[in-house]
């Protein structure tokens, strides 16, 4: 079953402090992942997609096949990155969709 | 200015009533989504529809209905035969099949039962 799990419903870390957002999937297919980020009283938006491996905000995120991981990074955290993040895996068999994670809501604590 | 209209934003509803979300986009995408947003369980699919005149049941279809008779409109129905129906919906859209996978989504409806 294609399935996402973000194990933490809440992380709580101090400013200037390393920030990791855990995510890990299921899907017998190739997996295409993204995270997805919702700041208080604004849309869902895209952070970052794992294709394009970029950088967003000082995010990245390694997709791990292996360990069939694609946690959400940032070296040094800041206050405007407390939101709710969700990572989610586009299906590609059959009908495309995206399937999410339950969300991690970040604190950062000045 | 391209994007995705949700509407009302707020909505009160009695028990044993229909309510109709709407949902417009205008950034010419051929896939649209309704998801239902709860504390702790995420984004759940509830329809999606990837052209006019099609759509999909998601993973809990139960309880609502869909109709996409233009490519633009997606409005979503919570029938009375929903149980649980108190909980914020979100519409997003996308250009399904390009390769670019992202989403576009919109700003919510919060319905409550009252």
């Given amino acids: 079953a294609q399935r996402v799990t973000q194990p933490e419903k809440l992380l709580s870390v101090f400013k200037g402090a390393p920030v990791e957002l855990k995510c890990n999937y299921s899907y017998s297919g190739s997996p295409e992942l993204f995270w997805y980020v919702q700041y208080s009283r604004q849309r869902l938006q895209l952070l ?7 950088s967003i905000k000082g995010f990245t995120a390694d997709l791990n096949k292996g360990e069939t991981s694609f946690h959400l990074k940032k070296p040094f955290a800041q206050e405007e990155d407390s939101a709710m993040y969700y990572c989610a895996l586009f299906i590609i068999q059959g009908a495309q969709k995206l399937v999410f994670g339950q969300g991690t809501r970040l604190t950062i604590n000045p | 200015d391209g994007g995705i209209t949700q509407s009302p934003k707020y909505l009160f509803r009695k028990e044993g009533q229909n309510v109709t979300l709407s949902c417009e986009q205008n950034l ?27 759509f999909q049941k998601g993973d809990i279809a139960e309880g609502y209905s ?26 997003a859209s996308s250009t399904a099949g390009t390769g670019d996978y992202g989403y576009t989504f919109g700003s919510g409806t919060r319905l409550t039962v009252v």
């Fill in chain 1, 48 to 54: 970052l997609r794992h294709i394009s491996r970029e």
């Fill in chain 2, 28 to 54: 010419n995408h051929d896939a649209m989504y309704w998801y239902r947003q709860d504390p702790g369980q995420g984004l759940r699919l509830i329809y999606y529809s990837q052209i006019v005149n099609d």
């Fill in chain 2, 66 to 91: 869909v109709s996409r008779e233009k490519k633009e409109s997606f409005p979503l129905t919570v029938t009375s035969a929903q149980k649980n129906p108190t909980a914020f919906y979100l519409c």
